[in-house]
Every structure is written in structure tokens, then in C-alpha cells.
Nanobody, 123 residues
Framework: VQLQASGGGLVQAGGSLRLSCAASGRTFSGYGMGWFRQAPGKEREFVGVIYWSGGTTVYADSVKGRFTISRDNAKNTVYLQMNSLKPEDTAVYYC?????????????????WGQGTQVTVSS
């Protein structure tokens, strides 16, 4: 099982990026798919999650209104559209399926963490 986040890069403040998270080896249909990020010297932080049923999404307050999560179940891929980026959004971004029963904002509720993608926002 592999999860690969991609689409990161260097962008100026106010710009946009679209991250993708592709799963291979198995399908994660039926699971919520979460995005987390980790900045240097900081703990991993919940960004948002999209659920299988109805595509319900939940976002961290810090990104609400700027970030949008979507998923293409046929492609086993989840997307994170990031607009109005700020320097404080700089981090490595990861995706993972919510395979546990714990709270959606806890990293321990997720599994199969793959390689992240670096997002750097310059001021």
C-alpha cells in the first residue's frame, strides 16, 4: 500500500496550489481521507478530512475558507486545493485514510501515511 502526495512547491503569499494524493495497492473507498501538515519544529497538524458518504468535509479553523478537499473515488485520489496561501502554511503536507475510530483531527486515527509534499509560501 502506498500513498503519494504531490503538487507541492514554492509559491508567493496569496497564491494557490493544488495537492494530489494517490493511493496504490488498495482502494480506500469507504474511508475518510485526511490531510495533515507538519512545519519544521512543530507537531503534525490536522488540515482537513473528506468523508466517503456524501463527500462531507471538515477543516481546521486555520484553513477554513481557503482550502478545499475533494476526491475522485474512481481514481483513488484526493485533492487539496489551497488558495490565498500564507507563509504560515509552509509545511510538509501528508494524506492518509482514516482507518481508526478516533477523532478526525487526531493523527492516531489515520494509517498508511505516505511521503508528503513540501509547500513553501514566501512573503
Amino acid at each position: 500500500v502506498q500513498l503519494q502526495a504531490s503538487g507541492g512547491g514554492l509559491v508567493q503569499a496569496g497564491g494557490s496550489l493544488r495537492l494530489s494524493c494517490a493511493a496504490s495497492g488498495r482502494t480506500f473507498s469507504g474511508y475518510g481521507m485526511g490531510w495533515f501538515r507538519q512545519a519544521p519544529g512543530k507537531e503534525r497538524e490536522f488540515v482537513g478530512v473528506i468523508y466517503w458518504s456524501g463527500g462531507t468535509t471538515v477543516y481546521a479553523d486555520s484553513v477554513k475558507g481557503r482550502f478545499t478537499i475533494s476526491r475522485d473515488n474512481a481514481k483513488n485520489t484526493v485533492y487539496l486545493q489551497m488558495n490565498s496561501l500564507k507563509p504560515e502554511d509552509t509545511a510538509v503536507y501528508y494524506c492518509a485514510p482514516k482507518t481508526g475510530s478516533g477523532s478526525y483531527y487526531l493523527g492516531a486515527s489515520y494509517n498508511y501515511w505516505g511521503q508528503g509534499t513540501q509547500v513553501t509560501v514566501s512573503s
